[in-house]
């Protein structure tokens, strides 16, 4: 297994990845990092571990939109082209949603 270093909302990250898998690593990577700065991009959410739930809840949503086969997380993340993404509305409904579940230092109630 070989590791690649990547970055995600400017912090870099170093990851294990089977041989072969590099490409689709990042851009299940990219995805990722996608999905949080539109987060982060809001206003709303300033505490990295907070869009990083909400970055997970959106994916996972897209995933459960996505009937059989369920695809792995990586391979959602990348067949996902960036205008299936949530509207804005969603996102704000997401994030009251997770204010609602996480107490003021950010752990769940």
Same mark, same amino acid.
């Given at each position: 297994?070989?590791?690649?270093e990547?970055?995600?909302?400017? !912090?870099s990250?170093l990851?294990?990845c089977?041989?072969?898998?590099?490409e689709r690593?990042?851009?299940?990577?990219?995805q990722?990092?996608?999905?949080?700065?539109?987060? %982060? *991009?809001t206003?709303?959410?300033?505490a %990295?571990e %907070?869009?990083?739930?909400?970055?997970?809840?959106?994916?996972?949503y897209? /995933?459960? *939109? %996505? !009937?059989?086969?369920?695809?792995?997380?990586? !391979?959602?993340?990348?067949?996902?082209?960036?205008d299936?993404l949530?509207?804005?509305e969603?996102l704000? !409904? /997401?994030i009251q949603?997770?204010?609602?579940a996480l107490?003021?230092?950010?752990?769940?109630?």
């Amino acid at each position: 297994m070989k590791q690649i270093e990547v970055s995600i909302m400017g !912090q870099s990250y170093l990851l294990g990845c089977p041989d072969g898998g590099e490409e689709r690593l990042r851009e299940a990577v990219a995805q990722v990092d996608r999905e949080m700065c539109a987060i %982060r *991009d809001t206003g709303k959410l300033k505490a %990295r571990e %907070r869009i990083a739930v909400l970055a997970a809840l959106n994916l996972a949503y897209i /995933l459960t *939109d %996505r !009937q059989p086969p369920a695809p792995t997380v990586t !391979q959602a993340a990348a067949d996902t082209p960036s205008d299936a993404l949530p509207a804005p509305e969603y996102l704000d !409904q /997401l994030i009251q949603r997770l204010d609602q579940a996480l107490d003021s230092d950010g752990h769940l109630l």
